[in-house]
T-cell receptor, first 115, second 109 residues
Framework: DTAVSQTPKYLVTQMGNDKSIKCEQN?????MYWYKQDSKKFLKIMFS???????INETVPNRFSPKSPDKAHLNLHINSLELGDSAVYFC??????????????FGPGTRLTVL | EDKVVQSPLSLVVHEGDTVTLNCSYE??????LLWYKQEKKAPTFLFML????IEKKSGRLSSILDKKELFSILNITATQTGDSAVYLC?????????FGPGTRLSVLP
C-alpha cells in the first residue's frame, strides 16, 4: 500500500496557467510538507501543515498556496505559473511529538514543467 | 540563518571500498539530524540521530552524531553499485528541516 501518494506524476503546462498537485498520506501522520527540488537537485522546504494549521512558509511566493481539507491531505495550488516554477515537487509527512521530530516519508514526486 | 553543509559533493569509488560522508550544520535549535538516500525518485529514510556518540547501524551503513562539534558522518562499508545515489543530510529544529546539498556517490564495478 502506498504510504504517501501524489498526483499527477508529471505536469506540463503553459506559463500563466493555474495548476494543483494533490498529496495524500495513509500513515496517520499529523504533519505534512511540500518540498521543491530544483534542477540542481537542491531540496528546499516550502510549507508544513500540522493539524490543519500552517506552521512554516519559507519565503515562498504567494502564488503558491497549500490547502489541507483534512489531516491526510495537503494539496498545493500554484497560480500564474512561471518558468522558474519548473521543478520536482515532493510531498512528505511525519508524526511530530512535542519536543521532538520524527522521520519524514516522501511521496514519489511531481515533475512540473512550465513552457 | 540555519545551514547544512555536506562534503564531498561528489565521490567516485570502486565496489568494495569504504566511504565516509560528512555533514556539518549550524542550527539555532537543534532537534535531530536525518540521513536520506535519493536515487532517481523520492528520498528514502536511512537514519535519524538525536544524541551524540550513539552509533546507528543498518547493514553496511552506519552513522554517528557529534553535537558538540556539530557534525555527523555516514559510513558505508564494502560498497556496492546499488549504493550509487545522492545522500542527503537534513537537520530539524523542531519546526523546520534544512537539507544539505547532498553527496553524489558513484560506485563503479
Amino acid at each position: 500500500d502506498t504510504a504517501v501518494s501524489q498526483t499527477p506524476k508529471y505536469l506540463v503546462t503553459q506559463m500563466g496557467n493555474d495548476k494543483s498537485i494533490k498529496c495524500e498520506q495513509n500513515l496517520g501522520h499529523d504533519t505534512m510538507y511540500w518540498y521543491k527540488q530544483d534542477s540542481k537537485k537542491f531540496l528546499k522546504i516550502m510549507f508544513s501543515y500540522n493539524n490543519k494549521e500552517l506552521i512554516i512558509n519559507e519565503t515562498v511566493p504567494n502564488r503558491f498556496s497549500p490547502k489541507s481539507p483534512d489531516k491526510a491531505h495537503l494539496n498545493l495550488h500554484i497560480n500564474s505559473l512561471e518558468l522558474g516554477d519548473s521543478a520536482v515537487y515532493f510531498c512528505a509527512s511525519s508524526h511530530s511529538d512535542r519536543g521532538s521530530y520524527n522521520e519524514q516519508f516522501f511521496g514519489p514526486g511531481t515533475r512540473l514543467t512550465v513552457l | 540563518e540555519d545551514k547544512v553543509v555536506q562534503s564531498p559533493l561528489s565521490l567516485v569509488v570502486h565496489e568494495g571500498d569504504t566511504v565516509t560522508l560528512n555533514c556539518s550544520y549550524e542550527v539555532t535549535n537543534f532537534r535531530s539530524l536525518l540521513w536520506y538516500k535519493q536515487e532517481k525518485k523520492a528520498p528514502t529514510f536511512l537514519f535519524m540521530l538525536t544524541s551524540s556518540g550513539i552509533e546507528k547501524k543498518s547493514g553496511r551503513l552506519s552513522s554517528i552524531l557529534d553535537k558538540k562539534e556539530l557534525f555527523s558522518i555516514l559510513n558505508i562499508t564494502a560498497t556496492q553499485t546499488g549504493d550509487s545515489a545522492v545522500y542527503l543530510c537534513a537537520v530539524g529544529d523542531g519546526q523546520n528541516f534544512v537539507f544539505g546539498p547532498g553527496t553524489r556517490l558513484s560506485v563503479l564495478p
